[in-house]
């Protein structure tokens, strides 16, 4: 069974090419452009990853993580953003994310990530 | 033509208000048509811009992702479908832009090689050698986000251009594209650098990968704003090599680089400067007395202070209260004390 990737991020061009790419890699992707919408496909699908921006509209990347670690906290979380500050990374690993890719990003590279992180530990627990 | 006899018969005082009402009815109608015209011009505008952005985006993610993409006959279909005019030239440009922007790795090359494939690089040189200032900034932006090499006889001729943008554009393509001397372009500068091209050179120098200049090579530019900048940018790079050559520009003749100078010494923490500036003290004038001041109160000995305090005049009000600013921070139980240590010195009784 495919492996299901939820997508969050505003960008049309970003959410289009990784969709695209995800899609090739022979992973099911949803995508979401803002925090709430994801936080309705999050109630209503069973996720095997999220890869979520950290400006998001409506609900901000942070809220989100902490929406999702508190309601779902098997799902591995990788985040896909902009910032290189060191507090802002540093932050989001101490929330429970498992991976911090910055933009530009590559796409291979990505791909790699996100497969690793899905053959993790922590998501085989919430397969079981 | 036959003039209808109720127009003939009217009195001339009416016949002239009946035409202007028809020649302002008429510019009126004409101005709506304008305004409607502009509006579904805009539209059909914006619907393109629209419906070409998603085909791209499906186009340069098949092409960036997709094996089985025939890329030679799909690019040759795409410009004969789609880029036609220059508004989609446009659009195909500002969105591989927006994915070089946000894709690095191997995706960088591909984008590139699609932005020739397009053909969009002979559009860029086309902007390049137009008169109107924006193509010229649009072109110059691109050529630097994508890492193009553009001929650098073009380039140079937009160092020293009128229009602000087109200059801030030309330091930035030139500072990105150099392996070894990013400021080479200082050498040709005859225009004096305005605060925000400092900045702007500045800020190109934060993302530049190679070894940063020796910004002393600019300190004898004939142009002041260019000394200034390179001063700045010693301290800001710890060029603690150049204090020495710093220390002879306390006595150069040009207030604004005195002044940075100062600054810039200041922030090195270099004790040499401070005999030099309590010598001149007297001479300068009140905005580099403050930086002295400012200097002694962060580097300086409060018996250093002292001796400056003779030469603050009863008018400069802002320096006196400085001064006992400066004196509290270097002796913070003596207050009082320094008040009245400093009225003796300036002979300033209340």
New interface residues.
């Given amino acids: 069974m495919k492996k299901k990737i939820l997508v969050i991020e505003d960008?049309?061009?970003?959410v289009?090419?990784l969709e695209?790419?995800l899609l090739?890699e022979g992973y099911d992707v949803v995508t979401a452009i803002d925090g709430r919408s994801a936080m309705e496909q999050l109630e209503n699908n069973h996720f095997d990853l999220i890869l979520t921006d950290l400006m998001l509209p409506f609900v901000s990347g942070n809220q989100l993580i902490e929406y999702i670690k508190k309601n779902h906290p098997n799902i591995p979380i990788i985040v896909l953003s902009t910032a290189t500050q060191e507090d802002i990374i540093t932050n989001a690993f101490t929330m429970g994310v498992d991976d911090f890719i910055t933009?530009?990003?590559?796409?291979?590279?990505l791909a790699l990530r996100v497969k690793r992180s899905i053959g993790s530990f922590k998501n085989q627990l919430s397969d079981n | 033509m036959l003039t209808p006899p109720y127009i003939i018969d009217l009195p001339s005082l009416l016949e002239i208000n009946l035409v202007m009402s028809l020649v302002f009815f008429i510019l009126a109608i004409s101005l709506i048509s304008l305004i409607l015209y502009l509006r579904v011009h805009k539209n059909f505008r914006n619907q393109r811009k629209d419906k070409l952005e998603v085909l791209l985006?499906?186009f340069?993610?098949?092409y960036?992702?997709?094996e089985d993409f025939d890329k030679p006959n799909e690019i040759n279909r795409f410009i004969k479908n789609q880029l036609k005019t220059t508004l989609d030239k446009k659009v195909a440009t500002k969105?591989l832009l927006?994915?070089?922007?946000?894709?690095?790795?191997?995706?960088?090359a591909v984008i590139k090689e699609i932005f020739y494939g397009f053909g969009l690089y002979n559009f860029l040189i086309q902007d390049l050698t137009q008169k109107e200032w924006y193509r010229q900034a649009r072109a110059l932006n691109v050529a630097y986000q994508l890492d193009m090499d553009i001929p650098m006889d073009l380039v140079d001729s937009f160092i020293n251009a009128k229009n602000k943008e087109v200059r801030q554009q030309a330091f930035l393509y030139l500072i990105h594209r150099s392996t070894d001397n990013p400021l080479g372009f200082l050498d040709k500068v005859t225009t004096p650098l305005t605060l925000w091209e400092q900045i702007h050179i500045e800020n190109g120098l934060k993302t530049y990968e190679g070894v940063p200049p020796d910004f002393s090579r600019w300190l004898y530019h004939k142009l002041t704003s260019v000394v200034v900048f390179n001063l700045k940018m010693i301290a800001d790079y710890n060029q603690y090599q150049h204090i020495p050559i710093l220390l002879k520009f306390l006595n150069h003749k040009d207030l604004e680089i005195r002044l940075q100078t100062i600054i810039s010494l200041r922030k090195m923490e270099a004790p040499e400067m401070i005999p030099i500036l309590v010598e001149n003290f007297s001479k300068e004038n009140p905005q580099i007395k403050k930086e002295i001041l400012i200097t002694l109160g962060e580097i300086g000995l409060e018996e250093q202070l002292k001796s400056v305090a003779p030469f603050i005049l009863q008018e400069e009000l802002d320096l006196r209260v400085s001064y006992l600013k400066i004196a509290r921070h270097l002796n913070p139980g003596g207050a009082k004390e320094e008040i009245d240590d400093f009225k003796k010195i300036t002979m300033l009784q209340a």
């Fill in positions: 960008n049309p061009m970003v289009k090419s695209f790419k090739k933009k530009p990003f590559s796409p291979n590279e | 985006i499906d340069i993610n098949n960036l992702f997709n969105q927006v994915y070089a922007e946000n894709l690095k790795g191997e995706s960088s």
